[in-house]
């Protein structure tokens, strides 16, 4: 296996291949509005870093939201793209699973549960709750459906978990226990689909999760 994971959903454009095993290359851009233009030389550098070409790639992987429409559209098409001109099968993970697997993995929870919280301006998070769940593929599992809302909103419950993404730092004042995770990371994404593959899931969600219409519109179809 060589697996491309890509993902924009948040302010990381970010792009690592892994070998089945381990992550052999990543490569990440913070710019909130450029992921167009830095997604393309992000998967040239982790394929020279790695000494492969694109016909090499296996499998891609693909972080399918919640983010912002237009960024996390660049990821999921070209993602897609690659694969369809390669012949590499094409695995859709949710961004936050990522995020709160990453939180595991790097020892920022050992037990109980942890939110994920990232930006999605309005003055509103995408969020989902988790329980730690060792030996589940990624070490986490997802309470419900990823939503989007004030941060303010959320039940006390939930705000009162660790949480890693931007969360804590735009809305402290509900958010108050920030971990020192802010966006996903490729490489945490690839060995999500990685563990998941090799523990016999099917991963084949393609389907973007926006949960909200796009912030930009033709006029004609405004209400």
């Known amino acids: 296996m060589l697996l491309l994971a890509l993902d924009t959903s948040t302010t990381a454009i970010t792009v690592a291949l892994h070998d089945g095993s381990t992550v052999l290359a990543e490569a990440t851009t913070l710019d909130a509005r450029g992921h167009a233009e830095h997604l393309a030389p992000g998967v040239q550098r982790v394929l020279a870093q790695a000494g492969?070409?694109?016909?090499?790639?296996?499998?891609?992987?693909?972080?399918?939201?919640?983010?912002?429409?237009?960024?996390?559209?660049?990821?999921?098409?070209?993602?897609?793209?690659?694969?369809?001109?390669?012949?590499?099968?094409?695995?859709?993970?949710?961004?936050?699973?990522?995020?709160?697997?990453?939180?595991?993995?790097?020892?920022?929870?050992?037990?109980?549960?942890?939110?994920?919280?990232?930006?999605?301006?309005?003055?509103?998070?995408?969020?989902?709750?988790?329980?730690?769940?060792p030996g589940r593929p990624g070490g986490v599992e997802r309470r419900g459906e990823p939503a989007v809302g004030r941060a303010a909103d959320l039940p006390d419950d939930v705000r009162s978990l660790p949480t890693v993404g931007r969360g804590p730092g735009l809305y402290p004042d509900a958010l108050t226990h920030g971990l020192p995770l802010l966006d996903v990371s490729a490489g945490a994404l690839a060995s999500l689909v990685a563990a998941r593959l090799g523990a016999g899931e099917v991963v084949d969600e393609q389907e973007a999760l926006?949960?909200?219409?796009?912030?930009?519109?033709?006029?004609?179809?405004r209400p």
Do not use: C, N
């Open 52 to 133: 492969a070409v694109p016909a090499d790639v296996t499998d891609v992987a693909v972080g399918l939201g919640p983010g912002p429409f237009t960024g996390l559209r660049v990821g999921i098409v070209t993602g897609r793209t690659l694969a369809l001109a390669v012949g590499a099968r094409v695995h859709g993970v949710g961004s936050l699973d990522a995020l709160a697997a990453q939180a595991v993995a790097d020892g920022l929870v050992g037990g109980g549960a942890l939110l994920v919280a990232t930006d999605a301006r309005r003055k509103e998070v995408y969020w989902a709750a988790y329980d730690v769940v």
């Open 210 to 221: 926006y949960l909200r219409r796009p912030d930009a519109v033709p006029s004609a179809a």
